[in-house]
């Protein structure tokens, strides 16, 4: 996720005058903190390191259907996509056919454009496909970075980029293997989402969040 919406760093709470300030966590400016769901996925998730084929496939689809909106579209439709593309299983959604590819494009719960529903089911058979040459999605995913997270140490969001080489190799690599809804701005942002990079800020309580939530 592309860090879009600044906000100021960190903030006291005060639940009554005779108790002490108590500093709430600084997180990245680009966290909405008054959306719950939105500071979930900051705190728990985005940029701890994911390994399993069907969890990264899901994060390749969501930040492709992000193209053009708003992360906290996606974000509250989460649960749409889950349903309808059968939990992300890879081997389930390369069965979907014509038929099912229609009835996804009248269903609310998505984002209902033709060419990212259709990618999202052309990409599962690509999965399955790096799956068995290689043995796992995740092992061509992973070898962009070594097998190990980039860390940015960033001082603010302003000093992210959109994408990096790492992110136009994995790109063009993607494209060759026939993976659509992959530019090298989207696998940026699914490499931070999925923990490939630690992309927090060095001042966020999150920054090193490469081995789980804290």
Known sequence: MRPSLPKAGATVSTSSPSRSLRAVPERCAWVPESDPLYVAYHDEEWGVPERDDRALYELLTL????????????LHKR????????????????????????KLLADPGIVRNRLKVSSTIENAGRVLETQEELGSFSALLWSFVDGEPLVGGWKSVGEIPAETPVSKAMSKELKRRGFRFVGP??????????????DHVVSCFRFGAGTKPR
């Open 185 to 198: 701005t989207v696998c940026y942002a699914f490499m931070q989402a999925a923990g490939l990079v630690d």
């Open 63 to 74: 930040e492709g259907a992000q193209a053009g909106l708003s992360w906290s579209t996606i």
């Open 79 to 102: 649960e749409g996509y889950r349903r309808a593309f059968a939990g992300f299983d890879p081997a389930k959604v390369a069965r979907f056919d014509a038929r099912r590819e229609q």
